[in-house]
């Protein structure tokens, strides 16, 4: 597992609205400037970079073969939401989602009548009597240690779920020419040559993802690549 960093997201630069931190990773308060920008500058689903939407179709399409025969499925840590309110014109069964953010990161689901919001962290801020048969998140583990990858995993285990969906924006390559990038890149920053950026989070290899889920409490995985080379994991505990 490799530390990484960033300097800007959806072609916004942190240095705009903050001062970059390489030592802890993005706070709440970061985030909630950080959607600030955002929102200024992106108006519907439809501002965004084509590429990234590109990336998230091939996600719903992924999520959609998974859920055909599910009633209940929960997203854990949606965003802005365009997964969701893609999968809600796709699929009729119930949809909840859950995001911790509290500037409102969803707002562009407000008109979505079939999407359920809960603003807070799973499990602790699911209501007691929510069901669910499927769950899957989407470009968030990045952010956990390893103790609170497995805490997270394992709570999804226990609630129960009985399988998960893991889409990864933080795969560390086992390819010879992406770790020499990544070492040079870190060499160069070190020397300040190149500004380090914000501690962003984790990348994690595809063994160490299979070891995670293991380790929390499921049998067995699926796993595989999209496309333009995102990894997926799905772990199964039944």
Same mark, same amino acid.
């Given at each position: 597992?490799?530390?990484?960093? +960033?300097?800007?997201?959806?072609?916004?630069?942190?240095?705009?609205?903050?001062?970059?931190?390489?030592?802890?990773? #993005?706070?709440?308060?970061?985030?909630?400037?950080?959607?600030?920008?955002?929102?200024?500058?992106?108006?519907?689903?439809?501002?965004?970079?084509? +590429?990234?939407?590109?990336?998230?179709?091939?996600?719903? +399409?992924?999520?959609?073969?998974?859920? +055909?025969?599910?009633?209940?499925?929960?997203?854990?840590?949606?965003?802005?939401?365009?997964?969701?309110?893609?999968?809600?014109?796709?699929?009729?069964?119930?949809?909840?989602?859950?995001?911790?953010?509290?500037?409102?990161?969803?707002?562009?689901?407000?008109?979505?009548?079939?999407?359920?919001? @809960?603003?807070?962290?799973?499990?602790?801020?699911?209501?007691?009597?929510?069901?669910?048969? =499927? #769950?899957?998140? $989407?470009?968030?583990?990045?952010?956990?240690?390893?103790?609170?990858?497995?805490?997270?995993?394992?709570?999804?285990?226990?609630?129960?779920?009985?399988?998960?969906?893991?889409?990864? #924006?933080? =795969?560390?390559?086992?390819?010879?020419?992406?770790?020499?990038?990544?070492?040079?890149?870190?060499?160069?920053? $070190?020397?300040?040559? @190149?500004?380090?950026?914000?501690?962003?989070?984790?990348?994690?290899?595809?063994?160490?993802?299979?070891?995670?889920?293991?380790?929390?409490? =499921?049998?067995?995985?699926?796993?595989?690549?999209?496309?333009?080379?995102?990894?997926?994991?799905?772990?199964?505990?039944?």
């Amino acid at each position: 597992m490799r530390k990484f960093f +960033q300097t800007s997201w959806f072609g916004i630069p942190f240095e705009n609205f903050t001062i970059q931190d390489s030592q802890h990773i #993005a706070s709440e308060t970061f985030y909630t400037k950080f959607y600030d920008q955002f929102f200024q500058k992106y108006y519907s689903y439809n501002d965004i970079e084509p +590429q990234w939407c590109n990336t998230k179709d091939q996600v719903t +399409q992924l999520v959609l073969s998974q859920i +055909q025969n599910r009633t209940s499925v929960l997203s854990i840590g949606c965003g802005i939401g365009y997964v969701e309110d893609s999968l809600s014109k796709l699929w009729d069964g119930k949809l909840t989602v859950i995001d911790p953010a509290k500037s409102n990161v969803t707002r562009w689901l407000d008109t979505n009548t079939k999407i359920e919001r @809960i603003l807070g962290y799973f499990p602790k801020d699911v209501p007691n009597n929510q069901d669910f048969d =499927f #769950a899957y998140a $989407n470009a968030i583990d990045y952010v956990f240690t390893v103790d609170d990858f497995h805490l997270f995993l394992q709570s999804i285990q226990q609630y129960p779920i009985s399988e998960v969906l893991l889409i990864s #924006a933080s =795969f560390q390559s086992s390819r010879l020419k992406d770790s020499l990038k990544y070492h040079l890149k870190q060499i160069a920053s $070190n020397l300040g040559l @190149i500004p380090k950026g914000q501690f962003w989070g984790y990348l994690r290899t595809r063994k160490e993802y299979q070891n995670a889920l293991i380790d929390a409490g =499921f049998n067995s995985f699926q796993d595989g690549f999209l496309e333009n080379g995102t990894y997926w994991i799905k772990g199964i505990a039944k």
